[in-house]
């Protein structure tokens, strides 16, 4: 991507009139050199801040003397300002100018920091085919991509350029997140859709948990009918030791068994139904008592009947012989009234029971058709307590078996009636399997040309390892470990690379060779996320404080490297590229060597830097 910084320009808190402007040009190596203390470092610092981080690294005793940071640049042929307010009491602002073209005559903000980060993710080729490989329908990758991630590849800073393991200044931008981007954005930066392929990846991490919760419920369901199984045949073999089946019998299938164990539960119920007969057995006997008394009751009214009418008889005759007086001896009678009134009322008394005993008399009760009934009910209720005896009986010698009953009923009704079984969907399945064969094809392509990529990377950093003239290692070969970010050198004809290289001055070397082989490669591949601009931070370090003429040709080494690698992408390449530099080695390094691709920025010597001196002692 097309990136050219412009200038740096700082406004100051003592008069709003008062700046200070720092200009680069395209295609070189643009270098502010000097002393320590001057601020150079805080170039990168202010960049960075500019370029809207939620963090700030820039020196208080900067932060102090200055009101706004600003930075012009061009990308893809846009021309950008962008003016950001200093950070208070350490805290980053929210205060910022932006605008398409050259800074402002007044600065004011003018624009939220969060529509300026959405027009640099566009320009950095950070979009909804980044965020969404398949569509906004499947989702966006799990890591929110930004622009500010790809300027690790930006920025050599003096914290790492010298060290053994670290490449990338993670740690500047905050830490954890930089280092998850930098394995994210990694096979972006080398020319490979890795947006999709890390979508894909998720995406099946995704199915794999689904299909592996399906697996599950499918192992639970296969558990949950073998257990039910289990639990009936238990029984069916219970019921044979209890005699309920005869051991011989066998069963086709698990539907058969459990109809049989309902066939023996409904058989018992009805027996145990039967022993409320036992109850009745009370009921009878006091029936048949009542139905006795009721006979005995009829028994007895006949006896006093039958006496009354024998009595009624026996008066009949004790009355006789006042008939044979009236009707043989009248004439010997005494006539007087009291006798003949006497023998009157007898002889009516007598013609009353002649009367009586000659009408044929009806009962006052059918006592025979009753006593007949009463029988018969006698008969019947002597024919269930016969019965009721019997059952008893029985559910005597029964009982074990009762409580053997008991025990298989209550056992089957523990059971659920039917195997716990949640369905599975079929249709999402098959869509899942399907959808998990397309996706493993992405990753599977992806390494095939990742391996190309890589080859290539190699390929662009030991091109530029090769113009090395002060390193032993010369004839070594050059690999980068994306697994851990760092490069190795593997001696010629052995597999394993070397665990150590020595002073600070040759891991110097292989960082320099590893940001530029990175640039050349970007370049090579078309690369659109990383602008083609590169921020180093004192490549002298390693000799700093030496007066050795061996460390000033190491030095003037790697300074011919980056001369160089400009001439290559912008004279043979016809590309464009542009570097920015903070030293403390002079000018004379770069000039009495015809390094013509550098240019000298400014010198913060004698008093002079960052801040001018007037400001920065005001």
Known sequence: MKFILHEIKLWFNNDEDSTESYHFLPNKINVITGDSDTGKTSFWSIIDYCLLSG????????????????????????????????????????????????????????????EIKSILDEEFGVTDSIRFPFGKDSGAVSFNISYRHFLLFNSLTEDVIGVSETYFDT?????????????????????????????????????????????????SNEKNIKKFNEDILKIITKCKEFEFIEYSKTFDNIDDAINEIKSIIEKKKAIVKNTKLFNDLDKLNRKRTEIRLQINAINQYQKEYNKY??????????????????????????????????????????????????????????????????????????????????????????????????????????????????????????????EKTDLIEIPKSNESLKSIMKDNLNSSIQQNFNKLTTLKYSDYLTKFDDNDMSLKLHPPGQLFPLTNIGSKSNYMFLHLCVYL????????????????????????????????????????????????????????????????????????????????????????????GLIPNEIFNS
């Open 171 to 219: 740690s500047f931008y905050g830490k954890e997140e930089y280092d998850k981007a930098l394995k994210h954005i990694f096979d972006l930066v080398i020319g490979i859709d890795g947006m999709k392929n890390i979508k894909a990846e998720e995406r099946l991490k995704e199915i794999n948990k689904s299909l592996k919760a399906i697996k599950r419920q499918h192992n």
């Open 309 to 434: 009418k024998r009595n009624l008889k026996k008066s009949e005759d004790s009355l006789q012989p006042i008939e044979f007086l009236n009707t043989k001896l009248s004439n010997q009678l005494i006539h007087s009234r009291e006798t003949e009134l006497f023998i009157e009322t007898l002889s009516d008394s007598l013609n009353q029971i002649k009367n009586g005993l000659s009408k044929k008399t009806i009962p006052p009760i059918e006592v025979k058709g009753d006593v007949k009934e009463l029988d018969k009910q006698i008969k019947n209720i002597e024919e269930e307590i016969q019965k009721v005896k019997k059952l008893k009986d029985d559910y005597v010698k029964e009982s074990q078996s009762f409580i053997r009953f008991g025990e298989i009923k209550n056992a089957f009704e523990q059971l659920p009636k039917e195997p716990t079984i949640k369905p599975i969907d079929n249709i999402e399945l098959n869509k899942l399997n399907d």
């Open 55 to 114: 963090r700030t690294k820039v020196a208080n005793t900067i932060n102090e003397k200055v009101a706004w940071f600003g930075i012009n640049f061009t990308i893809n042929e846009k021309q950008i300002s962008i003016v950001r307010r200093t950070p208070q009491s350490g805290a980053v602002s929210s205060d910022v100018c932006f605008n398409f073209g050259g800074f402002l005559n007044t600065i004011k903000p003018n624009k939220e920091i969060s």
């Open 517 to 608: 082989g990175f640039h050349q490669h970007m370049l090579n591949v078309g690369q659109i996320h990383v602008p083609q601009f590169l921020f180093i931070d004192q490549p002298s370090i390693p000799y700093y404080g030496s007066g050795d003429n061996d460390d000033k040709t190491k030095l003037i080494d790697a300074f011919t490297l980056l001369n160089s690698f400009i001439e290559h992408i912008t004279v043979d390449n016809e590309n464009y590229f542009q570097i920015f530099m903070v030293e403390h080695a002079p000018k004379e390094y770069w000039i009495n060597n015809r390094l013509t691709h550098f240019h000298l920025v400014e010198e913060f010597v004698n008093n002079k």
